[in-house]
T-cell receptor, first 112, second 113 residues
Framework: KQEVTQIPAALSVPEGENLVLNCSFTDSAIYNLQWFRQDPGKGLTSLLLIQSSQREQTSGRLNASLDKSSGRSTLYIAASQPGDSATYLCAVNREGNTPLVFGKGTRLSVIA | KAGVTQTPRYLIKTRGQQVTLSCSPISGHRSVSWYQQTPGQGLQFLFEYFSETQRNKGNFPGRFSGRQFSNSRSEMNVSTLELGDSALYLC????????????FGEGSWLTVV
């Protein structure tokens, strides 16, 4: 059974700092990995999708990497801003239209 | 284009009652998934529908059911509500396959008292 772990559970950083969020998964036979952002009381917003054949994806100040063999992904946020404060979740699925398995997220606070 | 729309946004029900939640996916999306989110368990998969057929099902009791209509709109129903069913219920849609980006609605907050 796939398990996804995100460490740390919460993180507080000063504005402008570069930071890394971690995601690990137990079964390396994944099809893709997605990073999401969730603001309090809201739904999830997809940030980046990395297919298993890819090593990384970039969008603006965000960069996500994937090391399938070691069961790890990182989300790098450059020059953090208070507006980046949210919970970040990663999720993986297997090939064959299988559902996403989510980690419990990292709650990020960027202090001005 | 319009995003995933869920109704109602907030509702309060009494133990033993039933509830129906609705989800309208992004136009053209044929896959609709439902997730339950609680502080303790995080996001847990309920079920997924594709072209009116349940394609995947999570590990929830039979009190949780769903369906999808020919226009891809979906509903989920929870019967005989329990206090533990209090949660944020999220609907998500995608084009068709697991390789596509998935888009979530704002969710329906259910409180069971």
């Amino acid at each position: 059974k796939q398990e996804v772990t995100q460490i740390p559970a919460a993180l507080s950083v000063p504005e402008g700092e570069n930071l890394v969020l971690n995601c690990s998964f137990t079964d390396s036979a994944i099809y893709n990995l997605q990073w999401f952002r969730q603001d309090p009381g809201k739904g999830l917003t997809s940030l980046l999708l990395i297919q298993s054949s890819q090593r990384e994806q970039t969008s603006g100040r965000l960069n996500a990497s994937l090391d399938k063999s070691s069961g790890r992904s990182t989300l790098y946020i450059a020059a953090s801003q208070p507006g980046d404060s949210a919970t970040y979740l990663c999720a993986v699925n297997r090939e064959g239209n299988t559902p996403l398995v989510f980690g419990k997220g990292t709650r990020l606070s960027v202090i001005a | 284009k319009a995003g995933v729309t869920q109704t109602p946004r907030y509702l309060i029900k009494t133990r033993g009652q039933q509830v129906t939640l609705s989800c309208s996916p992004i136009s053209g999306h044929r896959s609709v998934s439902w997730y339950q989110q609680t502080p303790g368990q995080g996001l847990q998969f309920l079920f997924e529908y594709f072209s009116e057929t349940q394609r995947n099902k999570g590990n929830f009791p039979g009190r949780f059911s769903g369906r999808q209509f020919s226009n891809s709109r979906s509903e989920m129903n929870v019967s005989t509500l329990e206090l533990g069913d209090s949660a944020l219920y999220l609907c998500a849609s995608s084009l068709q396959a697991s390789g596509n980006t998935i888009y979530f609605g704002e969710g329906s907050w259910l409180t069971v008292v």
